[in-house]
């Protein structure tokens, strides 16, 4: 199939490691929507800390953030599609993330709530939103209860904390809450978990866009470079891993791009030699 649209990552894909986005593939995008391609971005990033990259871009379509669980509309920043985690499961994720005590950072109305706990690890997550605030305790925060539900929650402690509260999640949250923990490379002995509403991930978001804009999923490409690329790797038509990504990532692309993050050019390459822009 011609490929028609293409979507990718932001972290460790468009960005480099200060989160600048690379002009050559900002020319190679800007080339494509000039031609008549579409282009999107997904990322685990809330629309907040989306909307720089959609602007430079010069987005005007959908774009999917927190791993597809919030679409947002980058012309009129309205919410095009929201899948949160409400009311009473909310609450069961608050109590057990209180329970366990890894630091905790909460995604809800576009912000990142913390507290202290949080602070060692507030650079990693800083950069996902412009609307980060700081609370006594995070699990007292009112946006807990937001009518519309968190979009998801991030949380770092060891092991135990971590797998303790993946177990709590799967057995009090089934088919309400998917949970997903990872070793986290650069702090040896730490974990991560990302925790957000069942049903959505960066797959079904571009599927979700491919319909949108009128066409098969087939016809989408993308880039990313993590595992949360993963599930829209295996939706598009023809995806592309960076140069840096893990092994794992790698082997679920059909391609592997000599670039990384901090060369930039694998978007550019694959708009040269996939859609045929220059």
């Known amino acids: 199939m011609t490929p028609k649209l293409i979507a990718v990552d932001l972290d460790g894909t468009l960005l480099d490691h200060n989160g600048v986005p690379h002009e050559e593939d900002v020319r190679a995008l800007r080339a494509l929507q000039q031609a008549g391609g579409e282009v999107s971005i997904l ?9 720089s990259s959609a602007e430079v871009l010069g987005l005007t379509g959908p774009v999917g953030c927190v791993d597809g669980s919030h679409l947002v509309d980058a012309s009129t920043h309205k919410t095009v599609f929201h899948r949160g985690i409400k009311g009473p499961h909310a609450l069961t994720l608050r109590d057990g993330l209180a329970k366990h005590g890894p630091a905790t950072f909460l995604f809800a109305k576009d912000a990142v709530v913390h507290d202290d706990a949080g602070l060692p690890f507030l650079g990693y997550v800083s950069t996902w939103s412009t609307d980060v605030r700081r609370a006594a305790r995070v699990v007292e ?8 539900g968190i979009t998801a929650v991030v949380a770092v402690g060891t092991a135990t904390q971590i797998s303790a509260t993946v177990e709590d999640i799967q057995a009090k949250l089934d088919g309400i809450a998917q949970a997903i923990m990872f070793p986290i490379r650069r702090i040896p002995g730490t974990w991560g978990l990302v925790v957000r509403a069942s049903g959505g991930t960066k797959g079904t978001a571009l599927e979700w ?21 993963v599930p ?38 694959v708009v040269r030699e996939v859609f045929g822009v220059r």
């Open 43 to 51: 990322t685990g990033r809330l629309y907040s800390g989306t909307r």
């Open 141 to 148: 925060h009112v946006l807990w209860e937001e009518i519309d």
């Open 209 to 229: 866009l491919a319909q949108h804009h009128g066409f098969s999923v087939k016809e989408a490409v993308c880039v990313g470079d993590w595992l949360n690329d």
């Open 232 to 269: 829209m790797f295996a939706a598009a038509g023809r995806s592309f891993a960076m140069g840096q990504a893990p092994d794992e990532v790698k082997r679920a692309a059909t391609d592997v791009l000599p670039e990384t993050s901090e060369t930039g050019g694998g978007i550019a390459r």
